[in-house]
């Protein structure tokens, strides 16, 4: 049977709504959910083979958006909440019962500083913006994927419309190259 990807990519892609406005987050437990509320939709929803990212049970990759920082608030059980590995970039606050990751924030000096990720799965809600691309895509194999398996899974992506790429897609990683250059103080070349 072919690995599944993800229950949101695996069956084809449902686009979200230009016009959704947020909603509620929750956990997994049965009782005494950590609930978020994000007041918007998410940006950059991507799907993502790393292995610090939340999965679901049985899929090779996380679904991962953004959101700015203000419009995410915990709005219950957040005592339940516990920071994956404080040293990461991304401080994934995951519910110390059900292991659900419901955000990650970067404290440091980081292009993506002021943004938080979210898993728009664990929303009861229809809207949120689509996946657009699949990034870290070479890191399913650190994690068990054969490197034989890798054609079909990008072929996988790429029939639901979907481009892969290793790290971030090209428009992520120049806004991080640009963040680097900018700290460095390189003045850009005159087009
Ligand atoms: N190959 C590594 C890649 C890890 C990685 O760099 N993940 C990216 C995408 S989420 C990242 O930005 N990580 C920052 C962090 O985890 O704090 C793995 O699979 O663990
Ligand atoms: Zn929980
Ligand atoms: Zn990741």
């Not at 509320?37 to 940006?43: C, Q, Y």
């Not at 709005?75 to 059900?98: E, G, P, W, Y």
Request: charged share 20%; proline share 5%.
């Amino acid at each position: 049977m072919a690995p599944s990807l993800h229950p949101l990519i695996d069956n084809g892609i449902t686009p979200g709504s230009s016009s959704f406005s947020g909603g509620k987050l929750h956990c997994r437990c049965s009782s005494d959910q950590v609930e978020v509320t994000l007041k918007s939709n998410v940006a950059h929803n991507h799907a993502c083979g790393c292995s610090k990212c939340w999965k679901p049970e049985g899929a090779l990759f996380s679904i991962v958006g953004v959101i700015p920082r203000d419009a995410l608030s915990v709005t219950a059980n957040a005592s339940k909440l516990s920071i994956v590995d404080k040293d990461a970039t991304i401080q994934r606050n995951a519910c110390k019962d059900c292991g659900v990751h419901l955000f990650g924030r970067i404290e440091k000096d980081h292009p993506f500083k002021g943004l938080d990720f979210v898993h728009v799965e664990l929303s009861d809600e229809k809207g949120w913006q689509e996946p657009q691309f699949a990034g870290f895509v070479s890191s399913i194999i650190e994690q068990g994927s054969h490197p034989n398996q890798m054609d079909e899974v990008r072929d996988k992506f790429r029939a639901v419309g979907l481009q892969t790429y290793d790290v971030l897609s090209p428009a992520l990683m120049d806004l991080i190259s640009t963040f680097t250059a900018q700290k460095s103080g390189i003045r850009f070349a005159n087009l």
